[in-house]
């Protein structure tokens, strides 16, 4: 009797091709949760054709528990870019900013956080200096909206055409480490 083992040939993994792009985004309330989802359908947009795409929303007010908080904690530590929408016109709350520093503890692998705020957040609010200050700590590219070069005019025009430049970047940015090993299979 003979046994005789059949291997199919070995393919590259289509995930290879097309590798997934994790998204966690947490946000402060209905207002905020739209635009972050609105930049996240942007990017999906302009980088379909290259990355398959996964999100998870976790509203500021859930990470006061810790059960979830924990759950936030993992999605924000796998995810690839990490947006954060809050109106930006007073300290982020001391759960969320526990839910971030329990995502460093462990090991954030994110290549982008992205803080969104209302228009008329300034430059340096606290919001933004305090995530500007944890990208850095991580490593991490940091895109704010709305910018500090934010052009004069109608608010919601404003507000569209920085939000496409800022998600123009952030896809470049994207496209040009899109060969990152951390997305290897075996990585």
């Known amino acids: 009797m003979q046994n005789i083992l059949s291997i ?11 590798p997934t792009l994790n998204v966690v985004i947490a946000y402060e309330d209905f207002e905020m949760g739209k635009q972050g989802k609105n930049t996240y359908d942007r990017l999906v947009d302009q ?8 999100s998870h929303m976790w509203k500021f007010d859930v990470l006061t528990v810790p059960k979830l908080k924990e759950m936030a ?30 995502a ?3 090991g954030i692998q994110a290549i982008g956080l992205v803080g969104l705020f ?10 933004r200096v305090y995530l500007g200050s944890i990208a850095q700590m991580a490593n991490l590219e940091f895109f704010s909206q709305p910018s500090d070069m934010s052009p004069t005019g109608p608010e ?9 430049r800022s998600i123009s970047i952030l896809s470049d940015s994207l496209e040009s480490n899109r060969h990152i090993s951390r997305w290897g299979i075996n990585e």
Do not use: Q, Y
């Open 8 to 18: 199919p040939p070995l393919r590259a993994p289509e995930n290879e091709e097309n």
């Open 118 to 127: 209302d228009r008329n957040a300034a430059a340096d609010n606290p919001c």
């Open 73 to 102: 904690a993992r999605d924000a530590a796998m995810a690839d870019i990490i947006i954060i929408a809050a109106h930006g016109d007073a300290e982020l709350p001391v759960a969320v900013k526990s839910w971030i520093e329990m």
């Open 156 to 164: 919601e025009t404003n507000k569209a055409e920085s939000a496409a």
């Open 47 to 54: 980088l379909s054709h290259e990355f398959k795409f996964s």
């Open 104 to 106: 460093l503890a462990e």
